[in-house]
């Protein structure tokens, strides 16, 4: 883990492999942080290191004095002393300047109208905020490299507020770092994990983080990829990001690296407060213990003074009413009062963004065997067991005296008001301390968390599949890419009915005890049947379950019409495939069948006939859809006896 100051700017912590891998090559992490803030940036990233013979390698550009420097709403506008070699999308840091609402810790150069001046109108931070300033002519610009000047690389950088979107850069050969999301603008693209940690076990002493995302690089001789899943899910790998028209060098070695970075003019406090005083009004005077170096042009935001009645946290970025010395301002900070009160910070805000402390005060603090605890202005919120933070600006409640005890601190434990913390690093520790009442800050440090770190060289295997003479020639090979679910794909020809997709290739026949619906086209495929146990089905028209019959108790003694068979219903039909008939009547008559009320099929039957007609139909007779068949006598007084076979269908 490697934890960053809050207290310091321009400062970089870089951690790399001392083994060197060849491309291919996939390393993976799970990465998380305790926080995001704008002013920093976390790096996990494959860089050549320069050190093969004849190696040109990259370094710092000297910063470049500014001439005029002017911002209106959210376009800033800068003019150096001399050319500053910029490109467009390239980050710039920029300080010095008198107002610090133009200190900008990082941001991307927009457009380079001449080689002594660009514009920029956002960042890590996203668009910059809208202020309308200057000219003023101080400060200078400084080159933020985000590859950390490697000539060869792929970098995934965390920055920025967000905990789920980060940047991409690609570098080859010394050239441009080729970065994700706006070229002119804001680099970071969103993703599908959060770099946020899973507290597993809230309990005093248990420092139990998990990351959420497992994030990877792997770069190939085509092509660089920045992939990502959830932690111990069943989620599959996702493709982040991928970069192929500019790639690192496969001919060089590569060492991973781990890289943390304050920019130049992060936001971070000035000074401790010795004290605050008001008389009689909304004005603070505030007494710093070192020279605080404010100016009426800078903005700040004040917290951790212990009478939070009178002296409330100052959230808001405000600009300094005057400057007496150089060891005190006045700022409007709250309602008017006449108190008096010690501790906490001020923190001059650059660019207009800053990592807030926590929002509770210090109020007491207590030591015993090195373990601390402090008692907070209401319940502590925003910090887990195991967080790194830093106690600053505690002083005693009632002369104003330093306690001796800011310095850094892993938290032990939380419950309520009381924050119990364990001294790391530096901070300091000895005798026991009784109650002491106070005032002071708490401000949060951000902890780059590795996890687990997996590196995996490779080799890849290419097989063509070539056709034998006469083919047809598609590029002499035949990639086939399959993706998730087979549902996704669509299977045609002589397999899929009408336009269903994903059927797979049926061996057999097809189980049913219903007809299947009736094609749409010509040429549709059509399944052999069979029973529900499997039986084919190979009697003509129908399968057994759609048969009908009919066999009526009397005759057929008059004109008027008898159903045969019912309609069936929207879109089905029905069939006779034979029919039985016999006249025991002394006169001959006419036998009709009829689709409802037409007459579809006649016949004449003799007088007095012994023996039934037994009639197959070789093309069935037919209603039309959801209609009734119906039979009918044409002689009144008629004896016909009538038995007809059938199926239902579409």
């Given at each position: 883990?490697?934890?960053?100051?809050?207290?310091?700017?321009?400062?970089?912590?870089?951690?790399?492999?001392?083994?060197?891998?060849?491309?291919?090559?996939?390393?993976?992490?799970?990465?998380?942080?305790?926080?995001?803030?704008?002013?920093?940036?976390?790096?996990?990233?494959?860089?050549?290191?320069?050190?093969?013979?004849?190696?040109?390698?990259?370094?710092?550009?000297?910063?470049?004095?500014?001439?005029?420097?002017?911002?209106?709403?959210?376009?800033?506008?800068?003019?150096?002393?001399?050319?500053?070699?910029?490109?467009?999308?390239?980050?710039?840091?920029?300080?010095?300047?008198?107002?610090?609402?133009?200190?900008?810790?990082?941001?991307?150069?927009?457009?380079?109208?001449?080689?002594?001046?660009?514009?920029?109108?956002?960042?890590?931070?996203?668009?910059?905020?809208?202020?309308?300033?200057?000219?003023?002519?101080?400060?200078?610009?400084?080159?933020?490299?985000?590859?950390?000047?490697?000539?060869?690389?792929?970098?995934?950088?965390?920055?920025?507020?967000?905990?789920?979107?980060?940047?991409?850069?690609?570098?080859?050969?010394?050239?441009?770092?080729?970065?994700?999301?706006?070229?002119?603008?804001n680099h970071a693209a969103a993703f599908s994990v959060s770099t946020a940690a899973t507290q597993l076990v809230n309990a005093a002493g248990a420092y139990a983080f998990a990351p959420q995302g497992l994030f990877e690089i792997m770069p190939q001789l085509e092509k660089v990829t920045f992939s990502g899943s959830p932690i111990d899910s069943a989620g599959a790998i996702s493709a982040m990001f991928k970069r192929s028209q500019v790639v690192p060098n496969p001919a060089r070695d590569y060492k991973l690296r781990l890289r943390s970075k304050n920019h130049r003019s992060l936001s971070r406090p000035v000074g401790k407060i010795v004290s605050a005083a008001k008389a009689g009004s909304a004005t603070a005077?505030?007494?710093?213990?070192?020279?605080?170096?404010?100016?009426?042009?800078?903005?700040?935001?004040?917290?951790?003074?212990?009478?939070?009645?009178?002296?409330?946290?100052?959230?808001?970025?405000?600009?300094?009413?005057?400057?007496?010395?150089?060891?005190?301002?006045?700022?409007?900070?709250?309602?008017?009062?006449?108190?008096?009160?010690?501790?906490?910070?001020?923190?001059?805000?650059?660019?207009?963004?800053?990592?807030?402390?926590?929002?509770?005060?210090?109020?007491?603090?207590?030591?015993?065997?090195?373990?601390?605890?402090?008692?907070?202005?209401?319940?502590?919120?925003?910090?887990?067991?195991?967080?790194?933070?830093?106690?600053?600006?505690?002083?005693?409640?009632?002369?104003?005296?330093?306690?001796?005890?800011?310095?850094?601190?892993?938290?032990?434990?939380?419950?309520?008001?009381?924050?119990?913390?364990?001294?790391?690093?530096?901070?300091?520790?000895?005798?026991?301390?009784?109650?002491?009442?106070?005032?002071?800050?708490?401000?949060?440090?951000?902890?780059?968390?590795?996890?687990?770190?997996?590196?995996?060289?490779?080799?890849?295997?290419?097989?063509?599949?070539?056709?034998?003479?006469?083919?047809?020639?598609?590029?002499?090979?035949?990639?086939?890419?399959?993706?998730?679910?087979?549902?996704?794909?669509?299977?045609?020809?002589?397999?899929?009915?009408?336009?269903?997709?994903?059927?797979?290739?049926?061996?057999?026949?097809?189980?049913?005890?219903?007809?299947?619906?009736?094609?749409?086209?010509?040429?549709?495929?059509?399944?052999?049947?069979?029973?529900?146990?499997?039986?084919?089905?190979?009697?003509?028209?129908?399968?057994?379950?759609?048969?009908?019959?009919?066999?009526?108790?009397?005759?057929?003694?008059?004109?008027?019409?008898?159903?045969?068979?019912?309609?069936?219903?929207?879109?089905?039909?029905?069939?006779?495939?034979?029919?039985?008939?016999?006249?025991?009547?002394?006169?001959?008559?006419?036998?009709?069948?009829?689709?409802?009320?037409?007459?579809?099929?006649?016949?004449?039957?003799?007088?007095?006939?012994?023996?039934?007609?037994?009639?197959?139909?070789?093309?069935?007779?037919?209603?039309?859809?959801?209609?009734?068949?119906?039979?009918?006598?044409?002689?009144?007084?008629?004896?016909?006896?009538?038995?007809?076979?059938?199926?239902?269908?579409?």
């Amino acid at each position: 883990m490697i934890s960053k100051d809050p207290l310091t700017e321009a400062t970089e912590t870089i951690i790399e492999t001392l083994d060197r891998f060849v491309v291919p090559v996939r390393v993976a992490a799970g990465i998380s942080l305790s926080q995001r803030i704008n002013g920093q940036e976390f790096a996990f990233e494959l860089v050549s290191t320069d050190d093969w013979p004849g190696a040109i390698p990259l370094t710092p550009a000297i910063p470049v004095a500014i001439a005029s420097i002017s911002q209106a709403t959210t376009t800033l506008s800068v003019t150096t002393t001399a050319p500053h070699v910029l490109k467009i999308g390239e980050k710039v840091s920029i300080g010095g300047v008198s107002d610090s609402r133009l200190n900008y810790s990082c941001l991307t150069v927009a457009t380079t109208p001449t080689p002594t001046s660009f514009t920029a109108i956002a960042g890590p931070q996203g668009t910059i905020p809208a202020v309308t300033a200057g000219p003023f002519t101080s400060g200078s610009v400084s080159k933020a490299d985000p590859l950390g000047y490697a000539r060869n690389g792929s970098s995934l950088i965390f920055e920025g507020t967000t905990a789920t979107s980060e940047s991409y850069y690609v570098r080859s050969e010394g050239g441009d770092a080729l970065p994700s999301g706006t070229i002119a603008g804001n680099h970071a693209a969103a993703f599908s994990v959060s770099t946020a940690a899973t507290q597993l076990v809230n309990a005093a002493g248990a420092y139990a983080f998990a990351p959420q995302g497992l994030f990877e690089i792997m770069p190939q001789l085509e092509k660089v990829t920045f992939s990502g899943s959830p932690i111990d899910s069943a989620g599959a790998i996702s493709a982040m990001f991928k970069r192929s028209q500019v790639v690192p060098n496969p001919a060089r070695d590569y060492k991973l690296r781990l890289r943390s970075k304050n920019h130049r003019s992060l936001s971070r406090p000035v000074g401790k407060i010795v004290s605050a005083a008001k008389a009689g009004s909304a004005t603070a005077t505030i007494t710093f213990d070192q020279p605080h170096g404010l100016t009426v042009a800078d903005f700040v935001t004040v917290y951790g003074i212990r009478d939070q009645v009178n002296f409330t946290n100052l959230a808001t970025p405000t600009a300094v009413a005057s400057v007496p010395n150089a060891m005190t301002i006045t700022i409007v900070l709250g309602a008017s009062a006449t108190a008096t009160s010690y501790g906490g910070v001020v923190i001059r805000v650059n660019g207009g963004v800053f990592g807030a402390p926590i929002g509770q005060v210090a109020q007491s603090i207590a030591r015993s065997a090195n373990v601390l605890t402090v008692t907070g202005s209401a319940a502590w919120s925003g910090l887990q067991i195991g967080q790194y933070l830093n106690l600053h600006g505690a002083r005693d409640a009632v002369s104003g005296a330093d306690l001796g005890i800011d310095g850094s601190y892993r938290v032990r434990d939380v419950a309520s008001t009381a924050l119990v913390l364990e001294p790391i690093g530096a901070a300091p520790s000895g005798a026991d301390i009784g109650t002491t009442n106070c005032g002071g800050a708490v401000l949060p440090r951000t902890d780059f968390r590795f996890h687990f770190i997996r590196v995996m060289e490779f080799t890849r295997l290419i097989t063509e599949s070539i056709g034998g003479f006469g083919r047809v020639d598609q590029m002499d090979a035949a990639p086939v890419l399959v993706t998730n679910a087979v549902s996704a794909v669509t299977v045609t020809g002589g397999v899929a009915q009408d336009a269903a997709a994903g059927n797979p290739v049926g061996i057999g026949a097809r189980a049913a005890n219903a007809n299947q619906a009736a094609m749409s086209a010509t040429g549709d495929l059509v399944h052999l049947m069979a029973t529900m146990i499997g039986a084919l089905v190979n009697k003509p028209f129908s399968i057994p379950e759609a048969d009908w019959s009919y066999a009526p108790a009397g005759t057929i003694a008059n004109t008027a019409d008898i159903v045969i068979a019912a309609a069936a219903g929207a879109g089905i039909r029905r069939y006779i495939t034979s029919i039985q008939l016999i006249n025991t009547n002394a006169v001959a008559t006419e036998f009709v069948v009829k689709d409802g009320s037409t007459v579809i099929w006649r016949i004449w039957l003799p007088a007095n006939m012994t023996t039934p007609w037994d009639i197959d139909f070789p093309t069935p007779l037919r209603s039309s859809a959801n209609a009734a068949l119906n039979a009918a006598a044409i002689t009144s007084g008629a004896s016909i006896y009538l038995d007809a076979q059938g199926y239902t269908a579409p």
